[in-house]
């Protein structure tokens, strides 16, 4: 039988567990013996005191907030969601570092991308605490929920001695909690400015690995530049982007300027255009590449060629030799074999202008075409006049968020890296642009992205236009763009389906749901007693619940605590006058009830038999049994309808 303790992983413990099943003979009465660890790394231990090392103040005190359990959860809010019972998406009102916490054990290695827009250090406000007690309750006290010291802004200028040690503070670790995350295969996107790309850069190099860097990218948002700027007017921000471990991106599909290159027509209707198979500009020799000096034998007469090793011409033939552009001898751009392979698509050319025989391939246009991207983005798309011109187009006032990001800025890496049934992930959501954007290219492309939005309910101040059009909080204003956003799309592919022609395919209106969650104390009291108070904590603890909390917040705390997914089907079964959840198809079952009988154990038992799924939980409240014996009773039924010994849990 196994006690639910209500914590989060404890990722300092995993961590030592991984070294122990590696070293386990650096491990001297379950301590690390660092002077044995050394010598069995041997040459890969730098002993020398001056090294470079990228540190600063309050490091360490970071990292062991990312490695802290929490006992926090999160609450179903039906009543704020869209959706609830279809819906796979998520939105979740909290502190983005707790938040981050209690998804580790549910959606570790599941995320394909994260997108994240975080503060970019202005000189302006900073909510985010740097005093390293990131718990639930700093959490309602920085959101004004309590009245302690109300919010707990400031203004983080550049006279702080701490401007740049507070902003890595905040997000050191928020990123190593996110690469957990994120699959073997998944990518990160962080949007950020001058101020910090640097430590940026050397933040991401030590959370993700030098190795897997991919690009600095240069988005152009205004190209006019910053007309209030001394010197020069920027142009530009950066998105920093880092893999996993090995990331596969899909490139861009080519704009009507690549597509007019393929001016070419064959019989069968396919566009298509001439590449030169020479390599022009390559200096390697014979000796190196020997396969790839050959030469074409071309009879004009007959149209017939083919490669060759061989510089005898036969009789009615011309040879065609790999020159460069300035008559001497060069290579071609495959080998002999592949020549042979290709045939079909080669061609022989006369540049009239060189006076010169060559081959050329036909490269055809597929609808697959992709098109390597760079690292400046010039798209019209990333311009940031158009996020305010997208977000007005949802009726909102332009005052009410200033400067949202435009769709192109997200939708951009998720066509580079997404597809199909992906997670999609962005702690720092805002005015949740990234939902926006993973709804628009599921409609666009037919996918299935799910996304997960995580953002701090900051208050709307008093007098702002966002307070004035009645929104309490930046969740508020979220929330409400993704149902505006959602209900355009869905009105947008409902009249393109309504033009439809023949043989043409209905477009899939995508999920334009979500469900909202809020992070709040733990729903159980005896994962969060009060130290000061003991005897009263003992007392209330014959009841289970915190005050005000229903069985459902429960249900989904379990769900979280034991790693499943806050989208999984949910069903509730009467059972011998009992509540029996039913999550995933019976791969979990949960009853809260008083009094549970073996006929509620002999219900859970016939249940299962109607389901498929793969493993097999159930989940009671530990005082909801009768006594003793019955709760040894139930624990056998189970077990004779094929519970394994560790899957009885009790609360």
């Known amino acids: 039988?196994?006690?639910?303790?209500?914590?989060?992983?404890?990722?300092?413990?995993?961590?030592?567990?991984?070294?122990?099943?590696?070293?386990?003979?650096?491990?001297?009465?379950?301590?690390?013996?660092?002077?044995k660890l050394k010598q069995v790394l041997g040459e890969y231990v730098d002993d020398e005191k001056e090294r470079y090392n990228f540190t600063w103040n309050g490091k360490g005190k970071a990292l062991r907030l990312a490695q802290a359990p929490t006992t926090g959860t999160l609450r179903p809010c039906e009543a704020e969601s869209k959706n609830w019972d279809d819906t796979q998406n998520l939105y979740i009102e909290g502190d983005n570092l707790e938040v981050l916490k209690l998804l580790q054990k549910s959606y570790h290695g599941k995320i394909k991308m994260i997108y994240i827009d975080p503060p970019y250090n202005t000189g302006g406000d900073f909510i985010y605490p740097d005093d390293f007690v990131d718990s639930v309750e700093n959490y309602k006290r920085i959101t004004s929920q309590v009245d302690d010291e109300g919010r707990n802004t400031g203004t983080n200028t550049e006279s702080n001695g701490r401007y740049h040690t507070d902003w890595l503070n905040m997000m050191y670790p928020r990123l190593r909690l996110a690469r957990n995350l994120l699959k073997e295969n998944g990518t990160i996107f962080i949007s950020i400015d001058e101020h910090e790309v640097n430590n940026l850069k050397k933040l991401c190099n030590e959370v993700f690995g030098e190795m897997n860097f991919l690009a600095c990218i240069a988005n152009i948002n205004n190209p006019k530049g910053r007309s209030?700027?001394?010197?020069?007017?920027?142009?530009?921000?950066?998105?920093?982007?880092?893999?996993?471990?090995?990331?596969?991106?899909?490139?861009?599909?080519?704009?009507?300027?690549?597509?007019?290159?393929?001016?070419?027509?064959?019989?069968?209707?396919?566009?298509?255009r001439h590449i030169d198979l020479r390599?022009?500009?390559?200096?390697?020799?014979?000796?190196?590449?020997?396969?790839?000096?050959?030469?074409?034998?071309?009879?004009?007469?007959?149209?017939?060629?083919?490669p060759t090793y061989e510089s005898t011409i036969p009789e009615g033939y011309i040879k065609i030799a790999p020159m460069k552009d300035d008559g001497t001898e060069g290579r071609w751009r495959v080998g002999l074999e592949t020549a042979l392979e290709r045939k079909s698509v080669l061609l022989p050319n006369y540049m009239q202008i060189k006076n010169r025989w060559t081959i050329v391939e036909k490269d055809y246009l597929t609808d697959d075409l992709r098109v390597k991207p760079t690292t400046a983005w010039t798209f019209k798309d990333v311009n940031s006049e158009r996020g305010t011109e997208q977000f007005i187009d949802l009726k909102f006032d332009k005052e009410v968020f200033p400067r949202p990001k435009p769709l192109g800025t997200i939708m951009r890496p998720l066509t580079l890296a997404t597809n199909g049934n992906d997670i999609i992930l962005d702690f720092f959501s805002g005015s949740s642009t990234t939902a926006h954007a993973v709804m628009q290219i599921n409609a666009e492309d037919g996918g299935n992205r799910k996304f997960i939005m995580v953002q701090l309910p900051e208050p709307c101040a008093d007098g702002t236009e966002a307070a004035n059009a009645g929104f309490e909080n930046i969740c508020e204003i979220g929330k409400e763009r993704i149902r505006r956003a959602g209900e355009k799309i869905k009105a947008e592919v409902e009249e393109q389906n309504a033009q439809l022609k023949i043989d043409e395919e209905p477009r899939k209106v995508p999920d334009i749901g979500f469900k909202?969650?809020?992070?709040?104390?733990?729903?159980?009291?005896q994962w969060q007693p009060d130290y000061d108070d003991l005897e009263t904590t003992l007392f209330d603890s014959i009841s289970n619940y915190?005050?005000?909390?229903?069985?459902?917040?429960?249900?989904?705390?379990?769900?979280?605590?034991?790693?499943?997914?806050?989208?999984?089907?949910?069903?509730?079964?009467?059972?011998?006058?009992?509540?029996?959840?039913?999550?995933?198809?019976?791969?979990?079952?949960?009853?809260?009830?008083?009094?549970?009988?073996?006929?509620?154990?002999?219900?859970?038992?016939?249940?299962?038999?109607?389901?498929?799924?793969?493993?097999?939980?159930?989940?009671?409240?530990?005082?909801?049994?009768?006594?003793?014996?019955?709760?040894?009773?139930?624990?056998?039924?189970?077990?004779?309808?094929?519970?394994?010994?560790?899957?009885?849990?009790?609360?």
Request: aromatic share 12%; hydrophobic share 40%.
């Open 1 to 35: 039988m196994t006690k639910l303790d209500g914590k989060t992983p404890d990722l300092a413990a995993e961590n030592i567990e991984q070294l122990r099943q590696i070293f386990p003979d650096v491990f001297e009465e379950g301590k690390i013996d660092f002077d």
């Open 228 to 272: 209030d700027e001394k010197n020069f007017a920027t142009a530009f921000e950066y998105i920093m982007v880092y893999q996993k471990r090995e990331a596969s991106l899909i490139g861009f599909a080519p704009e009507e300027n690549v597509i007019k290159r393929y001016n070419k027509i064959d019989d069968d209707g396919r566009r298509y």
């Open 279 to 306: 390599k022009t500009g390559d200096s390697d020799k014979r000796s190196d590449r020997p396969n790839m000096f050959y030469y074409f034998m071309y009879c004009e007469k007959t149209g017939d060629f083919y």
């Open 516 to 525: 909202v969650f809020k992070l709040d104390s733990s729903n159980l009291k």
């Open 546 to 651: 915190v005050e005000g909390r229903s069985e459902l917040d429960v249900v989904y705390e379990i769900m979280l605590k034991m790693g499943m997914e806050l989208t999984w089907p949910l069903e509730t079964h009467i059972i011998a006058s009992r509540n029996v959840y039913d999550i995933g198809m019976g791969a979990l079952m949960i009853c809260l009830d008083d009094h549970i009988t073996a006929e509620v154990a002999e219900g859970m038992a016939a249940l299962r038999q109607e389901e498929s799924s793969e493993v097999w939980r159930v989940v009671f409240k530990d005082n909801g049994f009768e006594s003793d014996s019955a709760k040894v009773n139930i624990k056998e039924i189970l077990k004779r309808a094929g519970l394994e010994e560790d899957a009885f849990t009790t609360v």
